[in-house]
């Protein structure tokens, strides 16, 4: 599986836009870049998915560098509930289809 | 968006027993659903993969006769800890697919806290 390299923590604040990288080098033509996030104590979230283009949805912005070798997750305006684990997983289209978690970055948002 | 419920949320056991984490896809059918483990502070690690009606598939360092895994129905997978050891005490978690299409999403149960004593 191709890996994926996140920072290890970020902070922010409150109603303030949060970008959270994720460098993905070995991404090969067949993988999806998935974002989940996980709250404390509870099961991880889908946030966002894409291929090649940006995508947006209620939730977040997924912007996806032309060569696909990193992408951000754009948090507009940060609240408290957005504080998680953040993690950045490529899933091929084809075979098992499974989530290989990484360590993921932890989003703390100061009020 | 779909939602995945597991039972118990938490459960206390002695060391020897065994117990059943049940994961429930409650408004989709799902045809594969995945086992996680998680401890304290570290990331979520894939146990197994399981589809309907077939065995499941362990990933490496997983034991199959330890971590016991039903998926009788579209519905419903099952996880049996069997002879439950104070190591074994985690988080678990399930997820479920709806379909075979690629883009489909895993929907997360909220998991369950396993303690054995």
């Known amino acids: 599986d191709a890996k994926t390299t996140q920072p290890n923590s970020m902070e922010s604040n409150e109603e303030e836009p949060v970008h959270l990288p994720c460098n993905h080098s070995?991404?090969?033509?067949?993988?999806?870049i998935h974002w989940y996030r996980q709250l404390p104590s509870q099961g991880p979230e889908y946030v966002i998915h894409?291929?090649?283009s940006n995508v947006n949805n209620r939730m977040a912005s997924l912007a996806i560098a032309e060569d696909r070798k990193s992408s951000t997750l754009i948090l507009h305006r940060a609240t408290l509930r957005d504080a998680a684990v953040y993690y950045c997983?490529?899933?091929?289209?084809?075979?098992?289809?499974?989530?290989?978690f990484g360590q993921g970055t932890r989003l703390t948002i100061n009020p | 968006g779909a939602v995945v419920s597991q039972h118990p949320s938490r459960v206390i056991c002695k060391s020897g027993t065994s117990v059943k984490i049940e994961c429930r896809s409650l408004?989709?059918?799902?045809?594969?659903m995945f086992w996680y483990r998680q401890f304290p502070k570290q990331s979520l690690m894939l146990m197994a993969t399981?589809?309907?009606?077939?065995?499941?598939?362990?990933e490496q360092g997983v034991e199959k006769d330890k971590f016991l895994i039903n998926h009788a129905s579209l519905t419903l997978s099952t996880l049996t800890v069997t002879s439950a050891h104070p190591e074994d005490s985690s988080f678990y978690i399930c997820?479920?697919?709806?379909?075979?299409?690629?883009?489909?999403?895993?929907?997360f149960g909220p998991g369950t806290r396993l303690l054995v004593l």
């Open positions: 997820s479920a697919r709806a379909t075979q299409r690629d883009w489909e999403t895993q929907y």
């Open positions: 070995t991404i090969s033509g067949t993988d999806y």
């Open positions: 894409g291929l090649t």
């Open positions: 997983i490529l899933r091929r289209i084809q075979g098992a289809q499974k989530l290989v």
């Open positions: 408004d989709f059918q799902a045809t594969t």
């Open positions: 399981s589809n309907e009606g077939s065995k499941a598939t362990y």
